[in-house]
């Protein structure tokens, strides 16, 4: 988000006998996918996951960069009367807001195909990943044992059982092969205008007895899990910043409408709380007035992490009617100045935007990233505290919120992770943590409706490694 300071359904199916890969991976579901109110007895639930992306695989180098046509194309390696003529559709999704115990998970992969086709065999297979690469063939994902099949093209949406690939959250990829009739089947892809027409992975289960959500008096932070240790935090027990771990800033930046202070008036710490407060006045920066001030923390030169889980207990300011303009986050940059971000959360106010968090990664600000707009099951993030937590591994990176997964990321879903993000235990830059609260922007400035001043609140800092 570059911010402050920076240096910068059975009838369902077919595929060709080449393949068409999904990846079950990016964010689509975790929208409507988290924990239910509490029941009194386990209860049945359904989400439905929007691809993360998609490509088809070609023998054809003529057919060139598959990956953002609005078709997905199968076909066996005799198509067309061309002898090295298989395609193969591949589609990505990452699955998440499954919550911690659910039972009978069923998954379907889902394709629309615009024309019936008898005596047409296709194939959904496990895959490796693939769904955001261009499609040459070179370059095709290796496909595991065969999941389900059908032997006719159905015009509308044709599915696959998937189940057994599919057990929790996380990033999982699929292959639909066809290998009869020798003509290519065309599907929808996740580019495709009509919504309703593009892939999905349409997951069932049975919820477990589920806690309330979370309330205004939401319960304390979840633990992490074994094998993570403490190596810093701050509770804000005190009656002041502490200075020797977080440093305030006094700034501008040209796309937050506020002067950003250190003073006591933007940035206090009581009753065992920080809070960033953002004000309507006129204050001078830069050379210029502007009409607001607000706060900025970061930890650079005083705590900086490669690898670990950053979690903060976060209120935000921002309900339905009142909250346009207003942008808290906590998120962390490399020491170095260089590519890479991580957005343990982003929570934008006003109407459009006030019910969600966002997680997000960047590789640079043209901008090259991944991001993921979370939906509470109910209630909002305004509505109390709620805890926000990363877990930054090698080749991966997993969002949680209020102790639930709702998003990951690795090297099948985005390309540039593991060198922006790293790989191993050879990678070394070190990333510093920031929690700032814009005034305004690319999601809009205050209006009249904007209450103010606007308050952000960090019940604790917590950042743990193995």
């Not at 929007?50 to 057919?63: I, L």
């Amino acid at each position: 988000m570059d911010r402050i300071l920076r240096t910068g359904q059975r009838a369902v199916c077919a595929v060709t006998a080449a393949s068409a890969l999904l990846v079950a991976g990016a964010g689509g579901a975790a929208a409507t996918a988290a924990a239910t109110t509490a029941t009194a007895t386990a209860t049945a639930a359904t989400i439905t996951v929007k691809p993360s992306a998609d490509t088809t695989y070609t023998q054809v180098v003529q057919d060139g960069d598959t990956s953002a046509k609005t078709t997905l194309a199968t076909c066996p390696a005799l198509c067309d009367q061309n002898p090295a003529g298989e395609r193969m559709a591949v589609v990505g999704f990452t699955v998440a807001g499954l919550p911690a115990g659910a039972t009978n998970i069923k998954a379907r992969l889902e394709l629309y195909a615009w024309t019936a086709s008898a005596s047409t065999t296709t194939t959904a297979y496990r895959a490796s990943g693939g769904a955001g690469g261009s499609g040459t063939w070179a370059s095709r994902p290796t496909l595991g044992a065969a999941l389900d099949s059908d032997t006719a093209v159905t015009q509308g949406h044709n599915a696959w059982d998937v189940s057994s690939a599919v057990t929790g959250n996380g990033a999982v990829a699929f292959a639909v092969r066809q290998s009869t009739r020798n003509t290519r089947v065309y599907w929808a892809s996740s580019e495709n205008a009509t919504a309703t027409a593009r892939p999905r992975l349409v997951i069932s289960y049975t919820a477990p007895t589920a806690s309330p959500s979370p309330s205004a008096s939401p319960s304390p932070s979840p633990s992490p899990s074994p094998g993570w240790r403490l190596v810093w935090s701050d509770e804000f027990d005190g009656t002041a910043l502490n200075t020797t771990k977080w440093n305030a800033r006094d700034s501008y930046v040209d796309y937050d409408r506020a002067c950003i202070t250190s003073r006591a008036k933007n940035v206090f710490v009581k009753d065992g709380a920080l809070t960033i407060r953002a004000h309507k006045e006129n204050y001078t920066c830069g050379g210029s007035t502007r009409s607001y001030t607000t706060g900025y923390l970061d930890t650079r030169t005083k705590a900086s992490f490669t690898y670990g889980r950053f979690e903060a207990r976060i209120k935000s300011p921002n309900g339905p009617a009142n909250s346009r303009g207003l942008w808290p986050a906590f998120w962390m940059r490399p020491d170095d100045g260089g590519n890479g971000e991580i957005d343990v959360t982003e929570l934008p106010g006003g109407s459009a935007y006030y019910k969600a968090a966002t997680a997000a990664i960047f590789r640079d600000y043209k901008p090259t990233k991944n991001d993921f707009r979370y939906s509470f099951p109910s209630g909002h993030p305004g509505d109390g505290f709620h805890t926000y937590t990363t877990e930054w591994e090698p080749g991966v990176i997993r969002w949680y919120v209020d102790g639930r997964e709702i998003w990951r990321r690795d090297g099948d879903t985005t390309s540039w992770l593991e060198e922006t993000f790293g790989a191993d235990a050879t990678y070394k830059r070190k990333f510093h943590l920031r929690l700032n609260f814009q005034i305004g922007g690319w999601l809009g400035d205050p209006d009249a409706t904007t209450t103010l001043p606007a308050d952000f609140v960090v019940d604790h800092v917590r950042v743990w490694q193995r």
